[in-house]
């Protein structure tokens, strides 16, 4: 008797758990689905050539042109520039605290950075437009109020942390061993981390760098508050521009009724989003799972 | 798989064998003098003192955890890359001290080879796991002498036949016992004039452990070789001299011969004989 309701209760418990675990992949074929409806109504009346190899995005214009390329130019800018901080800085800071660094200092710097990674981006918004676009101000005569370059800077600085903390596992994670026979034939310690340690985890530091940038192409708040409102192409950084994120959150907010074409871009610029950064995800977690059996 | 091919000796059958061969006396090439070696707080090594004879092989054996294989990495330094470790005594190869101050570790870890437990080539090809010691010394030179160099060595890694075809193809494709040979082409080719092997066997099947040994027995006449093994007919069948190695302390060290037939600590004894270990 006891036994059966032992047995029920199990059940239960396990039905619970299978419903929690549905829930959230049919939500998230929910979205999608929604995403791809509305999608596929834009692509009823705007071709997808157009939109893919179109120069000009005035879908909130009278004059309406569905050319999403200055939006893609905008993000691809900005993610650049933050590339271009978060890579090298990350990495540096990376193979610092794998090879070089005393235990003692990495206990405390990772953690510290990784912080760094839970400061709100609204937070690195605010910073971008009051903060760095001044002080660049004063270093670039010229540079516009809203522009590419100030967020695009300090993205980088908040990507950081995630660049150098899981470069650092794949540094990390390369066996001792390797060290120990470099350090054997008389390498030094550069020669060693360069020449050996590097090559050895690369591919689980393109695994950063590709998440690294996935999560700048997807990054909204640091450039809508500071990159503009104009969507430009141009590899200018001293201009306002707009990113595919921008510009979604832009018709969200605005008065563009529901239901109208103009309304229907940001799934279709939304959709372009999704694709592009899943795509980067798949591609980093297949360099990841090389790595992992490299050294199984 | 056919293990056939290997009839393992007895060991006074080997015993006598080396005691025949003569193990004759060559000069000092390794002596150390009251060796004791800390990790941290933890003492690892109390005061050992042996002289290791220029080209022969000497074996060091003892239960895990004896202290045998850290008295191996303090032969050329490899104990300094492990933080909080700390030796006292000498260590002195051709007569000067290893840690003196202002020796170049770089240089002594040229001329004292090693070869590790687990095969660690590096995931590169099987060219460049070579070159690469090569490189880093600055004894690359031009492109034919760093070819003849890689060729020189895997020749006397006895893998140059197995490998010669496919020298662009990465290291990680090779068996387990081939990445051990490359792994001592590897450090035979910049030329060391000791080495030190860790267990090098201990992870190869019977075949592969017997060609590892058969390559030991080759390389005396040009190297210095140390080796580290748990395995006492391993001991037995390749090493002129044998230590023994006992809770960080050096119970016995004498020609192999006598180590395995006559040893004169009851220790020795036990340990030889399989009563403990």
Not at chain 2, 212 to 228: A, C, D, H, P, R
Request: proline share 5%.
């Amino acid at each position: 008797m006891a036994s059966e309701r032992r047995d029920r209760i199990e059940r239960l418990i396990e039905r619970g758990l299978q419903a929690c675990a549905g829930l959230s992949v049919l939500v998230t074929a929910g979205i999608l689905v929604v995403l791809l409806v509305e999608t596929l109504q834009f692509f009823r009346e705007v071709s997808p050539f157009e939109f893919l190899f179109g120069t000009v995005w005035t879908p909130l214009f009278l004059q309406k042109s569905f050319g999403v390329l200055p939006l893609v130019g905008g993000t691809l800018l900005v993610s650049f520039i933050a590339m271009s901080v978060a890579g090298p800085a990350g990495l540096l800071t990376a193979i610092y605290l794998s090879e070089y660094a005393p235990s003692r200092v990495r206990r405390v710097v990772k953690p510290v950075l990784e912080v760094l990674a839970g400061v709100p981006t609204v937070v690195y918004g605010y910073f971008a437009l009051l903060f760095v676009t001044p002080l660049l101000q004063q270093l670039i005569p010229g540079l516009s109020g809203f522009n590419a370059l100030s967020p695009g800077l300090v993205m980088g600085i908040m990507i950081l942390p995630m660049v150098s903390s899981l470069s650092e596992d794949a540094l990390h994670g390369v066996p001792r061993g390797l060290r120990e026979a470099a350090y054997a034939l008389g390498a030094t310690k550069m020669q060693t981390t360069v020449r050996v340690v590097l090559p050895a985890a690369l591919s689980g530091i393109s695994a950063a760098g590709i998440l690294a940038v996935s999560r700048a192409i997807g990054e909204t708040m640091i450039v809508t508050i500071a990159a503009g409102q104009q969507p430009r192409l141009t590899a200018n950084p001293l201009v306002p521009i707009e990113t595919m994120t921008a510009y979604i959150v832009q018709v969200s907010l605005g008065d563009t009724p529901t239901g109208t074409l103009a309304y229907r871009t940001i799934f279709a610029v939304g959709m372009l989003l999704f694709v592009s950064t899943f795509l980067l995800n798949l591609v980093s977690n297949w360099l990841r799972e090389r790595f992992r059996e490299e050294y199984a | 798989m056919s293990s056939s091919t290997t009839a393992i000796p007895s060991l006074a059958d080997v015993a006598q064998q080396s005691a025949e061969s003569g193990a004759a006396d060559t000069p000092t090439k390794v002596d150390v003098d009251a060796l004791s070696f800390f990790y941290g707080e933890k003492q690892a090594l109390e005061g050992v003192s042996l002289s290791i004879p220029a080209n022969q092989v000497t074996a060091f054996i003892g239960p895990s955890g004896c202290g045998k294989s850290t008295f191996l990495r303090t032969l050329n330094r490899m104990n300094d890359i492990i933080p909080r470790t700390r030796v006292v005594g000498k260590v002195a190869i051709d007569g000067d001290d290893i840690y003196a101050p202002g020796t170049d570790v770089v240089e002594l870890r040229r001329r004292v080879g090693m070869v590790f437990q687990k095969s660690n080539p590096f995931p590169k090809s099987i060219y460049e796991n070579i070159a690469y010691g090569l490189r880093i010394n600055g004894m690359a030179g031009a492109r034919s002498e760093l070819d003849d160099r890689v060729e020189s060595s895997l020749q006397a890694a006895a893998l140059w036949d197995e490998v010669s075809d496919r020298l662009r193809e990465s290291a990680l494709a090779l068996s387990g016992g081939q990445q051990q040979r490359l792994c001592i082409a590897r450090a035979l080719a910049v030329q060391p004039e000791v080495l030190l092997m860790d267990e090098p066997a201990s992870a190869l099947d019977p075949i592969a452990t017997q060609r590892i040994e058969e390559l030991v027995y080759q390389l005396k006449s040009k190297y210095t070789i140390v080796i580290v093994t748990h395995n006492m007919q391993q001991a037995a069948r390749v090493s002129d001299r044998t230590a023994v190695f006992w809770l960080g302390k050096l119970v016995e060290y004498d020609k192999t011969s006598q180590i395995f037939t006559a040893p004169s600590e009851k220790l020795t004894e036990d340990y030889v004989t399989g009563r403990f270990g």
